[in-house]
């Protein structure tokens, strides 16, 4: 087992065992927030860094699932399980017809295209009154049933959902990235698309493929974070929550998976930290995080002691 | 039906001239350093706070607001190509990574979106016009303000373009935009170029701010979505190129203010994110671009 595997696991380990140590409202909401955040980071890591496919647009995909899953749940009494598949599904399908004209785009492009399209979803969240409720958003549906109803057990019970399903995605998107002919081939396109093609890769299937998995574990995140957090605005797809997410990559070490979550428990770590000291310092540390990191540290913490 | 037409063109032309003095620096920089600068908006932002700095605050006339806001966003327009861009450049010394510079100007975004929070608090601040009055046209009427930024656009980019075309250093920065490697044989410094575009393009957004401050009011995410806006411009115009935005601007302002006759008012910013996605699919290269898209 190499150090940084061993890093990544003892964090792991760590980061489960929080609700026993600690057993305090504040710690749980938090941690559990930070794991939902660590899905969406490697959701983007996935696309942006073994792909190459730089998005701008997750913060629409995580809001994708979050609106479907809280919207199905509201309206139609849907079970949140059933929710959470429908918000996973909603962000993959919307990914994949992303996918397409993402085809024909490369680098600034791409990243414009998904910006916008964050956009889009933002402001039909804002003005689509009588789904997504406007401006104040989806409040008051049900989250999970058949957990413990006391306010600690109920939090320690969300929390272990939450790490569990997290844990889970995060191990099958590696498992394609690092195990699977698929992985080899989104690392292809990422170093040279052309040479990739060249090679008899087939870099429209794979694109899509990859475009379609990122979306849809966004999604997935987006509903984890609608039922725990029991409200869903347009906030959430603002490009604060992108430039977030972004941040929590390059902090951790791009396409590496495991470092982005280790960067998002991290980063978001810091982030709520900071609000003791002033709720407005925390953005201007992931701003600082993003450029110090992009420029001196690119390859994030995952790659400390090796060359760039 | 014809009167607010022409209310509607007109209201189109301003917001035109604000998108155009926004879009064309974009593009100008992006032409010519490769960088798409997501931070556009937020020196939007400051021109906007340095005018109620001094217009406000220190009680000075509201023509120094403006040439305050386009000075000090010039200087830190000049600041920005040695202290980030440079660095970034010389670690991935040629290797074409532009991706990343999108990243580094986000975080740039963030972090002086929330340093104007922690410094001037998120309240709504309110400028004085720097001109008053109304002009009174019988059909409809237009505040001498909207006229001064339409006035101020046409001035600026008339200089801008005429610099470009003129100026031994308006055609250096060309120079750079066509062919880094050449302009540099040719005894032309680069990093003067750079920082030189970088702080006259962020400086037109500048302007821009301390001329709408008075009516769009000031806040630290005010220039944001302008950003996001002036990216489907600059893409409709052809990507880094400063005419084909300063045309784009106009069109996406008039479609934008006639569209309220046909659809709900708050749906009118989709359609340049619409009118984006359509051009890339169609015409990637843009309106007036040539070429094969990058």
């Given at each position: 087992?190499s150090?940084?595997a061993?890093l990544?696991?003892?964090?792991?380990?760590?980061?489960?065992?929080?609700?026993?140590v600690?057993?305090?409202?504040?710690?749980?909401?938090?941690?559990?927030?930070?794991?939902?955040?660590?899905?969406?980071?490697?959701?983007?890591?996935?696309?942006?860094?073994?792909?190459?496919?730089?998005?701008?647009?997750?913060?629409?995909?995580?809001?994708?699932?979050?609106?479907?899953?809280?919207?199905?749940?509201?309206?139609?009494?849907?079970?949140?399980?059933?929710?959470?598949?429908?918000?996973?599904?909603?962000?993959?399908?919307?990914?994949?017809?992303?996918?397409?004209?993402?085809?024909?785009?490369r680098?600034?492009?791409?990243?414009?295209?998904?910006?916008?399209?964050?956009?889009?979803?933002?402001?039909?969240?804002?003005n689509?009154?009588?789904?997504?409720?406007?401006?104040?958003?989806?409040?008051?549906?049900?989250?999970?049933p058949?957990?413990?109803?006391?306010?600690?057990?109920?939090?320690?019970?969300?929390?272990?959902?939450?790490?569990?399903?997290?844990?889970?995605?995060v191990?099958?998107?590696?498992?394609?990235?690092?195990?699977?002919?698929?992985?080899?081939?989104?690392?292809?396109?990422?170093?040279?698309?052309?040479?990739?093609?060249?090679?008899g890769?087939d870099?429209?299937?794979?694109?899509?493929?990859?475009?379609?998995?990122?979306?849809?574990?966004?999604?997935?995140?987006?509903?984890?974070?609608?039922?725990?957090?029991?409200?869903?605005?347009?906030?959430?797809?603002?490009?604060?929550t992108?430039?977030?997410?972004?941040?929590?990559?390059?902090?951790?070490?791009?396409?590496t998976?495991?470092?982005?979550?280790?960067?998002?428990?991290?980063?978001?770590?810091l982030y709520?930290?900071l609000?003791?000291?002033?709720?407005?310092y925390?953005?201007?540390?992931?701003g600082f995080v993003?450029?110090?990191?992009?420029?001196?540290?690119?390859?994030?913490?995952?790659?400390?002691?090796?060359?760039? | 039906?014809l009167?607010?037409?022409?209310?509607?063109?007109?209201?189109?032309?301003?917001?035109?001239?604000?998108y155009?003095?926004?879009?064309?620096?974009?593009?100008?920089?992006?032409?010519?350093?490769?960088?798409?600068n997501?931070?556009?908006?937020?020196?939007?932002?400051?021109?906007?706070?340095?005018?109620?700095?001094?217009?406000?605050?220190?009680?000075?006339?509201?023509v120094?607001?403006?040439?305050?806001?386009?000075?000090?966003?010039?200087?830190?327009?000049l600041?920005?190509?040695?202290?980030?861009?440079?660095?970034?450049?010389?670690?991935?010394?040629?290797?074409?990574?532009?991706?990343?510079?999108?990243?580094?100007?986000?975080?740039?975004?963030?972090?002086?979106?929330?340093?104007?929070?922690?410094?001037?608090g998120?309240?709504?601040?309110?400028?004085?016009?720097?001109?008053?009055?109304?002009?009174?046209?019988?059909?409809?009427?237009?505040?001498?303000q909207?006229?001064?930024?339409?006035?101020?656009?046409?001035?600026?980019?008339?200089?801008?373009?005429?610099?470009?075309?003129?100026?031994?250093?308006?055609l250096?920065?060309?120079?750079?935009s066509?062919?880094?490697?050449?302009?540099?044989?040719?005894?032309?410094?680069?990093?003067?170029?750079f920082?030189?575009?970088?702080?006259?393009?962020v400086?037109?957004?500048?302007?821009?701010?301390?001329?709408?401050?008075?009516l769009f009011n000031?806040?630290?995410?005010?220039?944001?979505?302008?950003?996001?806006?002036?990216?489907a411009?600059?893409?409709?115009?052809?990507?880094?190129?400063?005419?084909?935005?300063?045309v784009?601007?106009?069109?996406?302002?008039?479609?934008?203010s006639?569209?309220?006759?046909?659809i709900?008012?708050?749906?009118?910013?989709?359609?340049?994110?619409?009118?984006?996605?359509?051009?890339?699919?169609?015409?990637?290269?843009?309106?007036?671009?040539?070429?094969?898209?990058?």
């Amino acid at each position: 087992m190499s150090g940084r595997a061993r890093l990544a696991t003892l964090v792991g380990v760590g980061v489960t065992a929080l609700p026993a140590v600690l057993p305090h409202p504040f710690v749980l909401t938090i941690a559990t927030q930070a794991a939902i955040w660590a899905l969406l980071a490697a959701s983007w890591d996935l696309l942006s860094g073994y792909t190459g496919q730089i998005s701008f647009g997750h913060a629409g995909f995580f809001a994708l699932g979050a609106y479907a899953a809280a919207a199905a749940t509201k309206h139609a009494g849907v079970s949140p399980w059933l929710g959470l598949l429908l918000g996973a599904a909603l962000g993959a399908a919307v990914g994949l017809l992303t996918g397409f004209p993402a085809l024909r785009l490369r680098g600034h492009y791409l990243a414009l295209v998904t910006l916008g399209l964050a956009e889009i979803i933002r402001l039909v969240a804002t003005n689509w009154l009588d789904l997504t409720g406007g401006p104040f958003g989806i409040h008051d549906f049900r989250s999970f049933p058949g957990l413990p109803e006391g306010a600690i057990a109920h939090r320690q019970a969300m929390y272990v959902l939450v790490v569990a399903i997290v844990a889970g995605s995060v191990a099958i998107m590696y498992g394609i990235c690092e195990r699977t002919t698929a992985g080899k081939a989104f690392r292809a396109i990422r170093e040279d698309e052309v040479l990739a093609q060249t090679l008899g890769i087939d870099t429209t299937r794979y694109k899509l493929l990859a475009f379609a998995l990122s979306s849809g574990f966004a999604g997935l995140a987006g509903g984890l974070y609608a039922y725990y957090i029991q409200l869903v605005s347009p906030v959430v797809a603002s490009a604060a929550t992108t430039s977030l997410v972004i941040g929590m990559v390059v902090f951790g070490g791009l396409g590496t998976l495991w470092g982005p979550v280790l960067g998002a428990l991290l980063l978001y770590g810091l982030y709520e930290g900071l609000r003791f000291v002033g709720v407005v310092y925390n953005l201007i540390a992931v701003g600082f995080v993003i450029m110090v990191f992009v420029i001196f540290f690119p390859r994030g913490l995952a790659g400390r002691g090796r060359s760039a | 039906m014809l009167e607010s037409l022409l209310e509607f063109v007109i209201q189109g032309l301003v917001l035109g001239g604000l998108y155009a003095l926004f879009a064309v620096g974009l593009s100008l920089i992006f032409g010519v350093l490769d960088v798409i600068n997501v931070a556009h908006g937020e020196f939007f932002a400051i021109g906007g706070y340095l005018a109620f700095a001094a217009v406000v605050l220190l009680h000075l006339p509201g023509v120094v607001g403006v040439l305050g806001a386009a000075a000090g966003t010039f200087l830190l327009g000049l600041c920005m190509y040695p202290l980030l861009i440079a660095p970034l450049r010389r670690r991935l010394a040629g290797r074409p990574q532009a991706p990343l510079y999108l990243v580094l100007t986000l975080g740039l975004s963030t972090f002086l979106q929330s340093s104007l929070l922690a410094v001037a608090g998120g309240d709504y601040l309110r400028v004085p016009p720097q001109v008053a009055g109304i002009l009174d046209l019988d059909v409809t009427a237009v505040s001498y303000q909207r006229l001064l930024v339409l006035g101020a656009a046409t001035v600026l980019l008339t200089l801008l373009f005429a610099f470009l075309r003129l100026h031994p250093e308006g055609l250096a920065v060309r120079a750079v935009s066509l062919n880094p490697e050449a302009a540099q044989a040719m005894g032309i410094n680069l990093s003067r170029i750079f920082a030189l575009t970088l702080g006259l393009g962020v400086a037109l957004a500048g302007v821009g701010g301390a001329l709408m401050a008075p009516l769009f009011n000031v806040y630290p995410a005010v220039g944001f979505p302008l950003t996001i806006k002036a990216f489907a411009i600059t893409i409709l115009g052809g990507m880094g190129n400063p005419v084909g935005a300063l045309v784009a601007s106009f069109l996406v302002s008039l479609a934008e203010s006639l569209s309220v006759m046909v659809i709900p008012s708050q749906w009118q910013n989709l359609i340049a994110f619409a009118v984006m996605i359509v051009m890339l699919l169609l015409r990637p290269q843009g309106l007036l671009g040539r070429g094969v898209s990058r």
